[in-house]
Nanobody, 124 residues
Framework: QVQLVESGGGVVQPGGSLRLSCHAA????????VGWFRQAPGKEREEVAS????????YYADSVKGRFTISRHNKYYTVYLQMDNLKFEDTAVYYC?????????????????WGQGTQVTVSS
C-alpha cells in the first residue's frame, strides 16, 4: 500500500527550528515530485515547497524563501523540510504529498498521494 508518513512536528519558539520528515512507505521516490503543504485554521491550504527527484529542482513559496529548505534522501525514501527562523504565522498542520512523473518542481503539480499531516506550533 502506497503511503506517506510525516513526522517531526512540535512546539517551538519564534526564531527556532524544526525538521519535518516525509517517509514514503510502499514505493520509492525515484522520479517523483514531493511537496510540502500547510493549512492553518480558517485558511486555505498553501504549498510551501517541493522537490523533483527527476532533476533535483526545487520550488519555494515566497512566504518561506530563505527560511525553509527541502531536501531528499532517496536511500531512505524520505524528503525533509528544514524550517529555520520560524514565525508565529508558520503555525499550521503540515502535509506532504507526492506524484510520479518526470517533471520539475513547481506550484501547479497535481499530487496523487497525501500524508496525514503533522502539527507545527510556533508559540512563545
Amino acid at each position: 500500500q502506497v503511503q506517506l508518513v510525516e513526522s517531526g512536528g512540535g512546539v517551538v519558539q519564534p526564531g527556532g527550528s524544526l525538521r519535518l520528515s516525509c517517509h514514503a512507505a510502499g514505493f520509492t521516490i525515484d522520479y517523483y515530485v514531493v511537496g510540502w503543504f500547510r493549512q492553518a485554521p480558517g485558511k486555505e491550504r498553501e504549498e510551501v515547497a517541493s522537490i523533483s527527484t527527476f532533476d533535483d529542482s526545487t520550488y519555494y513559496a515566497d512566504s518561506v524563501k530563505g527560511r525553509f529548505t527541502i531536501s531528499r534522501h532517496n536511500k531512505y525514501y524520505t524528503v525533509y523540510l528544514q524550517m529555520d527562523n520560524l514565525k508565529f504565522e508558520d503555525t499550521a498542520v503540515y502535509y506532504c504529498a507526492a506524484v510520479e512523473g518526470l517533471v520539475p518542481a513547481g506550484p501547479d503539480v497535481d499530487y496523487s498521494v497525501w500524508g496525514q499531516g503533522t502539527q507545527v506550533t510556533v508559540s512563545s
